[in-house]
């Protein structure tokens, strides 16, 4: 029965990959856009602005480019880099100046194409690992320097890596049944009943940013439902969360200042966050570079989010025998381990180690962060603010899953803290996950 069922499932893949092809190759194309300039939107030096090349240099920064384009080891833009997905890898393409393997037999039109509809040169149906439903967003000015820019760039002979997605999903023409349903193209439109700087802030964030990409729940086919974005989600294959960056009280921004999340993602430490994991990389490659007045403006329009989180991870079931055995030991733990850094009550050192009382990556419900941050450590960016950073060391050979369960027990439950215990279950699950 279940291979019958297997064998329907494949089968109606297959048909429904033909008919895709039918119409994807019987609708008409619709004729691209003249590339005449949009009233400017970029907040940046005017000598800057007026430059092309410049400019596109800084929007490349914004949209944190070279993360996906460049392998480990790798030249910049070269592309080669896997991005995991649940249904297998894509592998980022080359897109330096050259003829052959990059983009340097593209005109101003290709690349709008691209960023826009989410087509290749030959009007093939881009894979959304490539943010295009962010991107669409984009203006056309704002794409016509970010191709300067790219085109100004040393070409790089790199062939295309073949991806490893598995059937059918490794079929193309099915991106138009995706597309159908979670694509919707358009350029960014200012709001009328907000000032410049929420709109720029907006522009940025759900454009160029794309952080709807990381920070948003996604269904089975990888989509992500227009009422739950920002609101929070796991990172497939990485297993890390990226939470709420609504006004959610509990795993958003509900309890942060618009200067600390501008200072956040300007230096990657406050007085009482730090990032790590995959943040620490944007803001190392993108976020740091940018001026003031975008990063406050990407900041206001976070906080305007209303409240909302996808975190709905079940709590554990603990008795209550099996609780207080727990928060003893991780008291123990904690005074053993922590203490040092993270203070008595929690507080931390400011621009140095963050506290955890009232934590926001310590309380949510999703425990995802905080197993691997104890388990593997790790570093904030260094960034010009931050030269520095002040690490954690990993204690994944120095503690057992229920020692870390203990702990984390204990801090969540503490100094203002109210959220559910840890299960070991759950260290030793992540315990097993390669370090991103």
């Given amino acids: 029965m279940k291979r019958s069922r297997a064998a329907l499932g494949?089968?109606?893949?297959a048909v429904l990959a033909v008919l895709f092809v039918v119409v994807a190759t019987t609708m008409p194309r619709r004729a691209r856009p003249p590339s005449v300039p949009l009233p400017q939107t970029a907040s940046i030096d005017p000598v800057v602005a007026a430059d092309p090349v410049s400019r596109g240099r800084y929007l490349a920064l914004a949209g944190d480019c070279i993360g996906c384009h460049q392998a480990r080891g790798g030249e910049p833009y070269a592309g080669g880099l896997a991005v995991p997905?649940?249904?297998?890898?894509?592998?980022?393409?080359?897109?330096?100046?050259?003829?052959?393997?990059?983009?340097?037999?593209?005109?101003?039109?290709?690349f709008w194409q691209a960023l826009h509809e989410g087509k290749g040169r030959d009007g093939e149906y881009l894979y959304p690992a490539f943010p295009y439903p962010n991107y669409t967003r984009i203006t056309r000015s704002d794409a016509d320097a970010l191709f300067a820019y790219l085109m100004s760039l040393?070409?790089?002979?790199?062939?295309?890596?073949?991806?490893t997605l598995r059937f059918p999903f490794s079929l193309r023409p099915l991106v138009l049944f995706w597309r159908l349903l979670y694509f919707r193209e358009g350029v960014f439109e200012p709001e009328p009943g907000h000032d410049a700087t929420w709109n720029r802030g907006a522009y940025l964030a759900s454009g160029l940013g794309h952080c709807v990409a990381c920070h948003s729940p996604r269904n089975f086919l990888g989509g992500t439902p227009r009422s739950k974005e920002l609101s929070g989600g796991l990172i497939a294959v990485q297993d890390w969360y990226a939470p709420s960056l609504t006004s959610d009280a509990v795993a958003g921004?509900?309890?942060?200042?618009?200067?600390?999340v501008a200072e956040l993602l300007k230096r990657g430490v406050t007085d009482r966050y730090a990032v790590f994991g995959p943040m620490a990389e944007v803001v190392h490659d993108s976020t740091q570079h940018l001026d003031d007045a975008d990063l406050r403006a990407m900041a206001v329009y976070l906080k305007s989010l209303p409240a909302q989180s996808s975190d709905d991870a079940p709590p554990v079931e603990?008795?209550?025998?099996m609780r207080v055995e727990s928060m003893e030991r991780g008291a123990r733990v904690y005074a053993e381990q922590c203490i040092d850094c993270h203070r008595p009550a929690g507080e931390g050192?400011?621009?140095?180690?963050?506290?955890?009382?009232?934590?926001?990556?310590?309380?949510?419900?999703?425990?995802?962060?905080?197993?691997r941050m104890v388990l593997n450590g790790g570093f904030p960016p260094g960034t010009d603010g931050n030269p520095r950073p002040y690490?954690?060391?990993?204690?994944?050979?120095?503690?057992?899953?229920d020692d870390i369960a203990a702990v984390l027990t204990y801090v969540r439950a503490n100094w203002g803290?109210?959220?559910?215990?840890?299960a070991p279950a759950d260290v030793q699950r992540y315990r097993a996950v390669p370090i991103e």
């Fill in 85 to 110: 997905t649940i249904f297998g890898g894509i592998y980022s393409s080359n897109i330096t100046p050259d003829r052959e393997t990059g983009i340097g037999a593209w005109t101003a039109d290709d």
């Fill in 10 to 13: 494949i089968a109606g893949f």
């Fill in 154 to 163: 040393p070409p790089v002979r790199r062939e295309a890596t073949p991806n």
């Fill in 391 to 401: 690490g954690m060391p990993p204690f994944a050979q120095r503690l057992n899953d």
């Fill in 417 to 422: 803290n109210e959220a559910p215990a840890v």
């Fill in 253 to 260: 921004l509900g309890t942060w200042t618009v200067d600390e």
């Fill in 349 to 371: 050192v400011p621009h140095a180690y963050p506290a955890l009382a009232r934590n926001p990556g310590v309380i949510m419900s999703s425990t995802i962060n905080a197993i």
């Fill in 318 to 321: 603990t008795t209550r025998a």
